[in-house]
Structures are given as C-alpha cells and as structure tokens.
C-alpha cells in the first residue's frame, strides 16, 4: 500500500514539475529564473496545492456520503 501511494505521489509531483516548467520557463539564456518565472512557478503551485486539496476534500465528502448510504440501507 505505502509502495503504490509513493509511486502515486511521485507521479502527481512529476506532472506538477511538469506543468509548471512548461508553463512558466521560457528564457534559457541565463541560469537563474527571472523574477517573472519565479512568481509564475509559486503561483503555479500554490494553485496546484490548493487544488489537489480541494479534490480531497471532495472525495472524502463523496466517500463519507457513500458510507452513510451503505449504512441506512443496511439497517433497513
């Protein structure tokens, strides 16, 4: 179980690192982000962030509606 959900991470790390470099990298003449890359990639992520939790938090309500479903159809 702990294998699968590193494995997942790492794919929904991967897609993040992904995403967000290529939306938000263009000028490779210098080493260094310019300051505009660098608030692109924080936005990028914190909006990111904030969506994964959202699903979250979705999911768990859904699951919660679920169980409670099982629940009153059980005890009938």
Avoid: P
């Avoid at 938000?24 to 936005?43: H, P, Q, W």
């Avoid at 938090?57 to 679920?66: C, I, K, T, V």
Wanted: aromatic letters at 8%; charged letters at 20%; glycine letters at 4%.
């Amino acid at each position: 179980m702990q294998k699968r959900q590193v494995q997942e991470f790492m794919t929904a790390f991967g897609g993040l690192v992904d995403h967000c470099f290529v939306s938000c990298v263009d000028d490779f003449t210098s080493k260094a982000l310019s300051t505009r890359e660098t608030g692109c990639i924080n936005r990028c992520v914190l909006k990111w962030m904030a969506t994964q939790q959202r699903v979250s938090d979705r999911f768990q309500e859904h699951n919660q509606n679920l169980a409670q479903q099982q629940a009153n159809q059980a005890s009938r």
